[in-house]
C-alpha cells in the first residue's frame, strides 16, 4: 500500500506538472509577461544574473521580443558582460530597426568600449530619424571629448541642452568642455545652472565645489558642499568633499566638526559608517578608520562590507597577522564572497606565498570573469613575481571590464614608469586627470613621469596645478623641491624643503631628501645641522638616529655612525633597515664576519626578502667561499626566482667551480634579461660563455662590458682571456696588460694573466 501511495502521489505531481506546462504552452503571452515583469524586479534590486535568467525565459516562449532584448542588453551591461550584451542589442536592432532606444543604447555602449566611430555612426542614425533627440547629442559631444574635438563636443552638448534645457547632466557635460577650453567664466554659470535645476541632487553640488577647488577657491568650493547638504542633510558625499576641502586647508579640528555632523544626521547608518572609516583609511589615519568601522559593527555586527574593510586596513598597515586571522573566519563564514577571496590572495601575498597568491586569484578570475578588482590583484601578484608582461595583460583586462578603474591606471602609471616607459605612463596619467581633474596625485604622477622624460617645466606645471588643489600637503612640496633642485632653481629648492619641514615636521624622508640636497651643493655642515637638530628634538626617532648615521657613513666616520645605529636599534629592534645599514658600516671597514652576523640579523626579521640574502651571498663570494655564496644565493631564488644578481652570481660560482654550464648559462641570460644594462651581469654571462668555450659569443659582451667600465681590470682580464682563446693574442696582451697595471686583480686572476701573456701566440 506504501509503494502504491507512492506511486499515486509521484503521478498526481507529474500530471500537474503536466497540466501546468499546458497553461503555459495555452496562453504564452502571459507566461513572457510574468518572466518579464518578473525580470524587471530584479533589475529594480540589482540582481542582474537572476533578471538575465528572467529575461531568456522571456525570450525562448517568444524570440522575436524586442523589449525582452533590451532589457536583457540592461542586465549585461551591468554586469558588466560586454559580448552578452552588444549580442542582445543586435538582436533588438535586427528585430526592430527603427526603435530609437535600441540605437541610442547601442551607440552608448560603443562609447564605453572605445568603438568612437560606430557610436557616433548610431548617435547620427538616430538623428537622421529624429532631428530632436537630445540623447543622440549627448553621444556625439562624448565622442568628440574622447577624440579631442572639443569644439565640436561644445556645438553636440549646448544643441543637446537647447533640446533638453531641464537636464542637469547636460549642463554638467558642457561645463566639463568649457574646463578643458578654460573658459571658466561659462562653465561656472552652467555649473551653476545644473545646481538649480536639481538642488537636491548631489552630483551638481559636487561637481560645483570641485570646479572651484581647480580654480584655488576653497571658500566657494566650501560653500557649494555646505549649500549641498542644506538642500540634501542626508547626503553622505557632499560631507566627505566638505570635510576634505577644509582638511586640505589644514583645519582638521572643522573637519572632525563636520564628520561628526554626518555621524549625528545618520547614526544607525553602516553607509555613513563606511563612508567616514574610508575617509580616515584614504588619509592614512589607521586608527580613526578602525574606530569608525568598529563603529559601524556596532550597529550592525554581521556586516560583511565592515568585516572586509578591516581586513584590508591590517593589509595596508602590514598587520599580517591580524588580517590572517579574519581571512581564516570570512573564508569559513563567506568563501564564495568575491571580495573575501580576493582579500584571501592579499594575505596570501602580504605571508610571501606569492605562487598561492596567484593560483587563488587565477581560480577566482575563473570563477568571476567580471570583476574588474581580481583581475587587478592578480597583476600585483604577478607583478609582486616578477612577471611584468603578465602584470600588464592582468590590467589591461581590468581596463577592458572597467575603462575607467584608477586603481588600474595608476598601478600602470608605476609599473610603465618601473620599466623606464615614462611616454607610456604619460598616457595613462592622462587619462586620470581627465577622469577626475580634481584629484593632485593625478598631476603629481603625470609630473613623475615627466620628470623621467626631463621635462622638468612641464613637470612644474603639473604639480603646481595639484599645490593649488592642496596647499598644504608636504608630497607636493616634496615633488616641487625635486623638480626645481632638477632645474637647478637652488634657492626655490630649499625653501621648498623647507616648506615640507614646517608642514610636516617628523617626515624623515623628506629630512633624508634635503639632507642630500645640501651634501650635492657642498653644503655638508648645514645637512649635519638640520639632522642633529632633529635629532636632538626627538632623541626617540629611530628614523633620525639612521639619517645622521648615513651622513657620518658617507664622510667615514664609521664609529659615531655604529653608535648612532646601535641607538636605532635599541630603540627599535625590529628595524630591519637599520640592520642593513650597520653590516654596511662593518663592510666599509672590512669587518665581514660582522658584516654578515648584521645581514643575518635583518634577514631573520624579513625572511621572505630576496636583497638580504644576495648581500650575504655576495660576502661570502668576495671570500672565495663559493659554498657559503650559494647557499645564500639559493635562499633569495627561493623567494624571488628572478632576483637578477643570485641569478648571475649563482652562475658565477658554477662557472668557477666548472660545473653546470648550461644550468649556469640558463641563468646568465636570465639575469641579462632582467638587468640588461648592469656590466656585472654582462660579464658573468660573458665569462659562462668563455668556461663553455663558445668564444664568438662571449667576445662581443665581454667588450660591451669593457667599453662601458675601462676602469674595471676584471672585466680586461675576462676579455682578455677570451681573445687569446680565440687566438686574437696582440688584442689579448693589451688587454692582460691594462688588467695588471691596475693591479685590481686578485692572486689567480694575475697569475693566470701573465701565464698567458708568457704564451707563444
Not at 556 to 571: D, F, M, P, R, T
Amino acid at each position: 500500500m506504501k509503494a502504491a501511495s507512492r506511486n499515486f502521489k509521484i503521478a498526481v505531481a507529474v500530471i500537474s506538472i503536466v497540466l501546468g506546462l499546458g497553461a503555459c504552452a495555452h496562453d504564452p503571452q502571459k507566461a513572457k509577461a510574468k518572466y518579464f515583469d518578473k525580470g524587471q524586479k530584479y533589475m529594480a534590486k540589482k540582481q542582474y544574473g537572476d533578471a538575465a535568467v528572467e529575461f531568456q525565459n522571456a525570450l525562448r516562449l517568444d524570440p522575436r521580443f524586442v523589449d525582452a532584448y533590451f532589457q536583457l542588453a540592461q542586465a549585461e551591461l551591468a554586469r558588466r558582460d560586454w559580448t552578452a550584451a552588444y549580442g542582445a542589442l543586435q538582436k533588438a536592432n535586427k528585430l526592430d530597426p527603427n526603435r530609437l532606444d535600441v540605437l541610442l543604447e547601442r551607440g552608448r555602449f560603443f562609447l564605453l568600449v572605445r568603438q568612437y566611430d560606430k557610436a557616433a555612426d548610431d548617435a547620427n542614425l538616430v538623428l537622421q530619424k529624429n532631428p530632436n533627440e537630445a540623447r543622440a547629442y549627448e553621444i556625439l559631444g562624448a565622442v568628440s571629448v574622447a577624440q579631442q574635438k572639443l569644439n565640436d563636443a561644445l556645438i553636440n552638448f549646448s544643441k543637446a541642452i537647447e533640446l533638453k534645457p531641464d537636464d542637469s547632466g547636460a549642463y554638467i557635460d558642457l561645463a566639463f568642455v568649457e574646463i578643458n577650453l578654460r573658459q571658466f567664466t561659462d562653465a561656472e554659470q552652467h555649473l551653476q545652472k545644473a545646481v538649480a535645476l536639481d538642488p537636491k541632487a548631489m552630483q551638481p553640488h559636487i561637481v560645483l565645489a570641485n570646479f572651484y577647488r581647480s580654480q584655488n577657491r576653497a571658500a566657494d568650493a566650501e560653500q557649494a558642499l555646505q549649500d549641498g547638504v542644506k538642500q540634501n542633510p542626508e547626503g553622505i558625499a557632499l560631507y566627505l568633499d566638505w570635510a576634505a576641502i577644509v582638511g586640505s586647508q589644514g583645519r582638521k579640528d572643522d573637519a572632525e566638526a563636520i564628520l561628526d555632523k554626518l555621524r549625528k544626521q545618520l547614526p544607525n547608518s553602516t553607509d555613513a559608517a563606511i563612508a567616514i572609516g574610508d575617509f580616515y583609511f584614504m588619509r592614512k589615519e589607521a586608527k580613526q578608520a578602525l574606530d569608525e568601522y568598529q563603529r559601524g559593527l556596532s550597529v550592525a555586527p554581521k556586516n560583511l562590507d565592515i568585516q572586509k574593510r578591516i581586513e584590508v586596513l591590517y593589509l595596508s598597515n602590514g598587520q599580517t597577522q591580524l588580517a590572517a586571522g579574519m581571512d581564516e573566519a570570512l573564508m569559513k563564514s563567506a568563501p564564495k564572497d568575491v571580495s573575501v577571496r580576493i582579500n584571501h590572495g592579499r594575505v596570501l601575498l602580504a605571508q610571501g606565498k606569492t605562487n598561492d597568491a596567484i593560483t587563488a586569484l587565477q581560480k577566482l578570475v575563473a570563477d568571476a570573469a567580471d570583476s574588474p578588482q581580481a583581475r587587478y590583484f592578480l597583476a600585483m601578484a604577478y607583478w609582486q613575481n616578477g612577471n611584468t608582461a603578465q602584470a600588464k595583460g592582468a590590467l589591461l583586462d581590468v581596463l577592458k571590464a572597467a575603462p575607467k578603474s584608477p586603481v588600474a591606471l595608476q598601478a600602470l602609471v608605476r609599473l610603465s614608469l618601473s620599466q623606464g616607459d615614462s611616454a607610456t605612463a604619460q598616457v595613462y596619467a592622462l587619462q586620470l586627470i581627465q577622469i577626475s581633474p580634481s584629484n593632485p596625485a593625478y598631476y603629481e604622477l603625470l609630473a613623475t613621469a615627466l620628470m623621467q622624460q626631463r621635462a622638468y617645466p612641464q613637470a612644474e606645471q603639473q604639480v603646481l596645478i595639484a599645490k593649488k588643489l592642496v596647499p598644504n600637503d608636504p608630497t607636493v612640496h616634496l615633488d616641487l623641491a625635486q623638480i626645481y633642485s632638477a632645474e637647478k632653481k637652488w634657492p626655490e629648492s630649499q625653501k621648498e624643503f623647507e616648506m615640507v619641514l614646517q608642514i610636516d615636521p617628523h617626515n624623515t624622508n623628506a629630512l633624508a631628501k634635503f639632507a642630500d640636497f645640501l651634501k650635492a651643493r657642498n653644503q655638508s655642515a648645514q645637512a649635519f645641522h638640520h639632522v642633529e637638530q632633529y635629532v636632538g628634538a626627538n632623541p626617540n626617532d629611530a628614523n633620525g638616529h639612521m639619517l645622521l648615521a648615513a651622513l657620518n657613513f658617507d664622510t667615514k666616520n664609521y664609529g659615531v655612525a655604529q653608535s648612532e645605529l646601535e641607538h636605532a636599534i635599541q630603540i627599535d629592534p625590529t628595524s630591519v633597515q637599520a640592520y642593513l645599514m650597520l653590516g654596511k658600516v662593518f663592510e666599509a671597514q672590512g669587518q665581514t664576519d660582522l658584516a654578515i652576523a648584521r645581514y643575518q640579523k635583518a634577514l631573520e626579521l624579513q625572511p621572505k626578502s630576496a636583497p638580504i640574502p644576495t648581500a650575504i651571498g655576495n660576502l661570502y663570494l668576495e671570500r672565495n667561499d663559493l659554498e657559503g655564496a650559494r647557499k645564500y644565493y639559493q635562499t633569495a631564488l627561493a623567494t624571488d626566482p628572478n632576483q637578477p644578481v643570485a641569478l648571475a652570481n649563482t652562475a658565477w660560482v658554477d662557472a668557477q667551480e666548472g660545473q653546470n654550464l648550461d644550468i649556469a648559462l640558463g641563468m646568465a641570460q636570465k639575469a641579462k634579461s632582467e638587468k640588461p644594462e648592469v656590466p656585472s651581469i654582462t660579464d658573468t654571462l660573458g665569462w659562462v660563455l668563455y668556461k663553455k668555450k663558445d668564444y664568438d659569443a662571449a667576445i662581443p659582451l665581454l667588450e660591451e662590458c669593457v667599453q662601458k667600465s675601462p676602469a674595471s681590470a676584471e672585466y680586461r682580464f675576462h676579455l682578455g682571456m677570451a681573445l687569446k682563446a680565440k687566438g686574437r693574442k696582440q688584442e689579448s696582451d693589451v688587454q692582460l696588460q691594462a688588467a695588471l697595471q691596475m693591479k685590481q686583480l686578485n692572486a689567480t686572476d694575475t697569475e693566470q694573466a701573465r701565464q698567458a701573456l708568457a704564451q707563444n701566440p
